[in-house]
């Protein structure tokens, strides 16, 4: 256990995300073997493999949904790698589920007034919010970024799979992030609402850095300045974006059936 | 407005509520406008029967039925308990407050008695709550059950305070601001008074805060967990709640029917709540008191009418349990939901758009 002190030191130079020797079993599965990683403050990256190759398995280690087997995980120089989800979240880690992870029953502005609400105080506040309210005001400038203003007052088990999708990233938005995990933010998605998110992404401020997993090539490459690629829970290849697209390894490997 | 003022949760916000509450009464339908007057002008043109036994009754029993609806709507939590939090504040009047079983009852005058019947019973849907919470579906249904059962069957065998099987009568309310609140008109405004709070309230509550987390758990609590709130807590505090409004149409109920035994909170009691939330419709807080004015009706008059076409008058639960059923297989949502289904289907025979129906779901 780290001092408040050493925390506060670790936080100025610290990496954004440094992962140490992860490996995460399911019984006697591997999804995740030895993963390191190290992410700068501000740095934007794609993760990149093919079915199962334990893509989803890191960020649910990152954000805490499960704890790894072993090795260790540093946010912003402080250990969090026994910390419960929320408590990344509070220190601003956001991420968004591959499956939407949405309530349905609630409207569109709601979801993200709670996502916004979550990371602050008066959760069990019995006052409605107002209109004007600084959290209401931020809940729909985030239904705003994601182009979902109009329908914000519809339930969100009547959208349609890809306005999920970018409900999904509002919430990511929520609060004040520093790093986000995007799970196959584009999957799903039309090539309209494919450019719409590609805009969102390369406008978030410079300090907002993310991990984006996505098997659409021409999405990731556009948003990120660097790629790790994974494979049966290790990682085999990190570079800039152009020298992974001309690696003959990767080409084989993942890019060599579908987009010969 | 009024009657809004009143609600803990406006006591700060009165102020800039002004202006948001007259947008809000703007928006209530006319049919709704229409059924407030007829409540409120009720005394006007009905006898004592119609005022107490009927709407009287259906109100306390849809009180109650709130608070599960509460729970079961906005919580995805199905809570027994809520009939025995009920009898639990009756009991407690009767045993602070006077009763004919002098000698248990403490005679505390009514400012005592009622704040501290209440608080007892709150305790108790709080406590109930905190050993239901931790589990999910079925078993929240057995575990509230069995507490329910244990307190049917703890006041039946205790005679020291609960006075066991005979319970407590001549229940009255007491007489407060020189006004005899068992007269009848008195007593059904004090009823109406706080079946419409209940009412404002749990609406109101249902878009704060507290109430749209406590929808966003019953739709994910993992996510809501990710999200930095606290789930369990969050449960309990909606159970203390909904205990708030069970116990307070208890004690309504006690003055009502004039006494409190074990039978009140009997096992069928129990269940009958639940089959009024469920009748009504769990989606909205009009739908308890709907199932439960539904319910009176059918308590209250099938006897004659199956007597009337010469069936046998003791069939009248048969008749409960058929319409029961009927509705729950023809409308998952109960009675709320088969209007629904019959406003779009009209909206759409006469193709026409409806703004408030939002078509079919
Ligand atoms: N909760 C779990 N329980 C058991 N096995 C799991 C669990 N989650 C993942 N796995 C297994 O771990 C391996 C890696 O899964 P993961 O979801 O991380 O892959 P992925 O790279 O995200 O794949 P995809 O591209 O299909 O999303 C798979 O073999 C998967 O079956
Ligand atoms: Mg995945």
Redesign the pocket.
Known sequence: MQTAAERLQATGTANALEIRGVSRY?GA?A?LSDVSLSIKPGERRAVL??????????FNCISGDFPPTSGSIRFFGEDITDFPPHERIRRGLRRTY?ISLLFGGLSVIDNVYLACRGVSRGRFSLIRPRRNEALMQSASDLVNAVHLTEIQDQPVSELSYGQQRQLEVALALSGAPRFILFD?PAAGLSPAERSELIEILTSLPEHIGYII?E?DMDVALRVVESVTM?HN?RIFKEGKPEEIESDREVQELYLGGGHG | MALLDQTPANAGAAQEGTSRVGQWLARVHPAAWLVVVLLITLPLFANSFILIDIFGWAMILGMIALSLMFLAGYGGMVSLVQMSVAALAGYMVAIFGNSAASEISLGWPWWATLPVAIIIAVLFGTISGALAVRTEGIYTIMITLAIAAAFFYFTRQNYTIFNGFSGFNSLKPPEIFGINWRDHVPFYYLILFWAAVSYLVVIYVSRSPFGLALQGIRDNPRRMEALGFHVTAHRVAAYTFAALIAAIAGILLSWFSNQISPGTAGIGPVIDILVIAVVGGLSRPIGPFIGALVYVLLRTFSLDVLEAVGLDGSRFKLMIGLGFLLIVFFSPDGLLGLWERWKGYMARSRNEFDPLGGGER
Do not use: D, P, V
């Open positions: 399911f599965l999804a493999g093919s079915n199962g190759a334990g893509k989803t398995t890191l591959q196959e997993i098997h994974m829970g």
